[in-house]
């Protein structure tokens, strides 16, 4: 049994030098495990920090940005508003003075008309008044003819004399 033993002796060895190396490669695969879970925590702890500064300079840029943005904003409101004032005010007084202009220039037109025109009205008004006189007369005539044709003539004379 010699043989036997020896190799029942040299297996027991190899069985036990794998399990050995296999002990041995696994707590080598956990140290290197566990470094790269301490070197990931590191790295990550690292840009955590990193990311939290970037974000907090991002998120200040912005908020500077904003604050520009909204000053900027306010300022020009600001200058339009006067230049709007100045500007409205300016044209208020450009259309009171067109205007002012422009009734001077009617008033002064329509003098001149009147005056231009006011002997032309007057002798409209005297032909007027000589055709109205003379219509009155043909009628007064028309009328003074027809009281004589009716009532005789001596009628129609007072008649004619107390027209004229």
Not at 38 to 62: H, Y
Not at 74 to 91: L, Y
């Amino acid at each position: 049994m010699g043989r036997f033993t020896d190799d029942l002796a040299q297996l027991r060895s190899h069985i036990d030098s794998t399990r050995e190396d296999r002990l041995s490669e696994q707590n080598a695969r956990i140290f290197s495990v566990k470094a790269q879970i301490s070197d990931f925590a590191a790295t990550r702890a690292s840009n955590g920090i990193q990311d939290a500064k970037a974000r907090a300079a991002f998120v200040n840029n912005n908020a500077n940005d904003v604050n520009r943005l909204v000053s900027s904003f306010h300022h020009f409101r600001q200058v339009m508003g006067r230049q709007g004032r100045e500007e409205r005010a300016a044209f208020v007084n450009n259309v009171s003075k067109d205007t002012l202009e422009l009734l001077t220039g009617f008033n002064a037109d329509r003098k001149n008309m009147a005056e231009q025109t006011a002997k032309e009205r007057a002798d409209f008004i005297s032909a007027n008044r000589s055709s109205v006189g003379a219509f009155i007369n043909e009628a007064s005539q028309d009328r003074a003819g027809a009281h004589a044709v009716f009532f005789g003539t001596v009628a129609a004379k007072k008649k004619t004399a107390f027209l004229v």
